[in-house]
């Protein structure tokens, strides 16, 4: 059974850092892109960062470039999230998931599944 764990999420203040992990099982990592997502009250649901499978490339959304920073250790079949300036407007619960359709990053979201059960992000102003 493929299961998808995401931890590190707390309540920060404006400018603080935080690491996310996104821990998977019952895959093996290296063959799927790896999507980072957020959802934050009353939005949809939006990409935020994309490592593709062996780790060849990345993509970050307008609104995280320079500041989150997203990488894999296949061998702990892990991947992270490094944020840091944190803003209240990063306020989401965070989530992972597995492109099952590409191996390169840049799908739509209903590509991606394995999702798990997100992990809190608050900043506070």
């Known amino acids: 059974q493929v299961q998808f764990v995401e931890s590190g999420g707390a309540s920060v203040p404006s400018g603080g850092s935080l690491r996310l992990s996104c821990a998977a099982s019952g895959l093996f990592l290296d063959y799927y892109a790896i999507g980072w997502f957020r959802q934050a009250p009353g939005k949809e649901r939006e990409g935020v960062s994309c490592?593709?499978?062996?780790?060849?490339?990345?993509e970050y959304a307008d609104s995280v470039t320079g500041r989150f920073t997203i990488s894999r250790d296949n061998a702990k079949s892990t991947v992270y999230l490094q944020m840091n300036d944190l803003k209240p407007e990063d306020t989401a619960v965070y989530y992972c998931?597995?492109?099952?359709?590409?191996?390169?990053?840049?799908?739509?979201?209903?590509?991606?599944?394995?999702w798990g059960q997100g992990t809190q992000v608050t900043v506070s102003s």
């Open positions: 998931a597995a492109n099952l359709m590409r191996r390169r990053c840049g799908g739509a979201q209903h590509e991606f599944a394995y």
């Open positions: 490592t593709s499978a062996s780790d060849t490339s990345t």
